[in-house]
């Protein structure tokens, strides 16, 4: 267990259709990252943040947008869904903001697009 | 170009050998890091090892070793002694200057064979 949570564990919806995704990193860790992980996209980076700032951004989709709140658990809004948005989307969490080195996945949320 | 190359999608080795899985990175900044990741068939991503590209000893983690050969631009995961449960894939990663983007490549299935 990575000590970071993902919820739902699950989720199926339709297209068109708008869906939040949660985090909670580790205790004690300042950074969570969201990563897609398709079959023909392999595993992107989409969006770091880092004590509730924005702090790089990768392959995020203008549909996408994410933040991280004050207590530092964060949440990765997916709107107007496509079939391909469908993928396993992973949070992780590390101590540091720069160069941080060890990253802690979660579980990961499945979503599927019907 | 790809930032990480993984050019073997399968491999095989037998328990208690010891395994090589190859990874090459193109970057043109001076600081930037490395990662391998495992990924079992249950789907977390669990953090194995971490290279900076200043660090002149090459990263040791228990049964994990980074061959890293900057002027080859190769950061090569060296698996002793494996075992039935190293079964997974793995991931190669490298994290870009000081932009924090994170790169991942495609991945390398080994199965290990008793």
């Known amino acids: 267990d990575s000590g970071v949570t993902q919820t739902p564990k699950h989720l199926i919806t339709a297209t068109g259709q708008r869906v939040t995704l949660r985090c909670s990193p580790r205790s004690g860790d300042l950074s969570v990252y969201w990563y897609q992980q398709s079959l023909d996209q392999g595993l992107q980076f989409l969006i770091q943040y880092y004590n509730g700032e924005e702090r790089a951004k990768g392959n995020i989709l203008e549909r996408f947008s994410a933040q991280q709140f004050p207590d530092l658990h964060s949440e990765l809004n997916l709107s107007s869904l496509e079939l391909g948005d469908s993928a396993l989307y992973f949070c992780?969490?590390?101590?540091?903001?720069?160069?941080?080195?060890?990253?802690?996945f979660g579980p990961g949320t499945r979503l599927t697009v019907t | 170009a790809q930032k990480i190359t993984q050019t073997q999608p399968g491999m095989f080795v037998q328990e208690k050998e010891a395994v090589t899985l190859d990874c090459t990175y193109d970057?043109?900044?001076?600081?930037?890091?490395l990662f391998w990741y495992k990924q079992p068939s249950s789907g977390e991503m669990i953090f194995l090892i971490y290279?900076?590209?200043?660090?002149?000893q090459n990263a040791t983690e228990g049964r994990y070793s980074l061959n890293f050969q900057k002027a080859r631009k190769s950061a090569n995961l060296v698996i002793s002694a494996s075992q039935l449960g190293d079964s997974a894939m793995y991931f190669c990663?490298?994290?870009?200057?000081?932009?924090?983007?994170?790169?991942f490549g495609t991945g390398t299935s080994l199965t290990v064979i008793p």
């Open positions: 290279q900076g590209s200043y660090d002149e």
């Open positions: 970057t043109s900044d001076q600081s930037y890091g």
């Open positions: 990663a490298m994290r870009e200057g000081q932009g924090n983007q994170f790169y």
């Open positions: 992780a969490s590390s101590r540091g903001g720069l160069a941080a080195y060890e990253q802690y």
